[in-house]
């Protein structure tokens, strides 16, 4: 497998949207290989999140890892290992939470975004297998922060003011 470059703001691919991914291309090499080579640039740059876009591939795939040392007194009970496929947000709650986020993509600053609190997502894993999942707090954020690279936004659009340098 290989690291790949992370696009970095101000590369056009990143304001661009992402293309579903076809269940019959799901389980093929290339698949395998995308998915892998975000997995391992993701856990080279110390990164939680990565979406295709920020490797400057256009389609819906998103790999996360939450280490359990980000969540440790979270009631989550599934790996911390996500591939998801064509993820839609199909329920947002009216409350929101605010966390601190910083971007793979956004080198060195890091912005307080607030989103919603609540959230379901659903998506197709490697094996083309349908989820639904259910997500709250800081899962919901990290959610939603790689979600919104597939349709061109990053974090920075939703702070007020400035970024702060991290």
């Given amino acids: 497998m290989a690291l790949r470059p992370i696009a970095t703001i101000g590369n056009p691919v990143l304001r661009k949207k ?3 991914v076809s269940k019959n291309k799901i389980r093929t090499m290339e698949m395998r ?3 892998k080579d975000m997995q ?4 080279a740059a110390k990164g939680i999140g990565l979406s295709a876009p920020q490797i400057s591939v ?3 795939v998103v790999v996360i890892k939450i280490p359990h040392e980000i969540e440790p007194h979270s009631v989550w009970t599934k790996p911390s290992d996500y591939i998801l496929i064509n993820p839609r947000i199909t ?3 009216h409350d929101t939470t605010s966390f601190w986020e910083e971007c793979l993509s956004v080198p060195h600053l890091k912005g307080f975004v ?3 609190k609540h959230i379901t997502v659903e998506y197709l894993d490697q094996e083309a297998n349908e989820y639904s999942l259910k997500l709250e707090n800081f899962m919901a954020t990290v959610f939603q922060h790689e979600i919104d690279h597939l349709n061109g936004k990053l974090y920075i659009d939703y702070i007020d003011g400035l ?3 991290n």
């Fill in 18 to 20: 992402a293309k579903p």
């Fill in 33 to 35: 290989t995308l998915i």
């Fill in 40 to 43: 391992e640039t993701m856990q």
């Fill in 58 to 60: 256009l389609k819906q």
């Fill in 91 to 93: 329920d947002i709650a």
């Fill in 114 to 116: 607030t989103r919603p």
């Fill in 163 to 165: 970024p702060y340098i």
